[in-house]
Nanobody, 123 residues
Framework: QVQLVESGGGLVQAGGSLRLSCAASGRTFRSYAMGWFRQAPGKEREFVAAISQIGGVTYGPDSVKGRFTISRDNAKNTVYLQMNSLKPEDTAVYYC????????????????WGQGTQVTVSS
């Protein structure tokens, strides 16, 4: 069982930065691939980024490539999403997810999800 708690969301002006954190419970964090998703009002949940157990990364939409960076610190049981050059269209609730395989994370089929953290980017 893994419990995930996101933090770091908030209100920021366009062009600003935020760093989201997702803290995981348990001593098996390093066994899980981790990912970030987002859901804007009226839209389906969208894959943003994922990181494997050994640090391999992949990103979802072209719109985040070069602006967002996913990383993990296994000693702190935490995965991060650094978001730079934020745009109003990045406004969404951001969710952390965990699964045994990277493919499961990327396929939106993770076993474990956090409660989400709101990111609002003003123009």
């Amino acid at each position: 069982q893994v419990q995930l708690v996101e933090s770091g969301g908030g209100l920021v002006q366009a062009g600003g930065s935020l760093r989201l954190s997702c803290a995981a419970s348990g001593r098996t964090f390093r066994s899980y691939a981790m990912g970030w998703f987002r859901q804007a009002p009226g839209k389906e949940r969208e894959f943003v980024a994922a990181i494997s157990q050994i640090g391999g990364v992949t990103y979802g939409p072209d719109s985040v490539k070069g602006r967002f960076t996913i990383s993990r610190d296994n000693a702190k049981n935490t995965v991060y999403l650094q978001m730079n050059s934020l745009k109003p269209e990045d406004t969404a609730v951001y969710y952390c997810a965990a699964a045994i395989t990277l493919a499961t994370v990327m396929g939106n089929e993770s076993n474990y999800w956090g409660q989400g953290t709101q990111v609002t980017v003003s123009s």
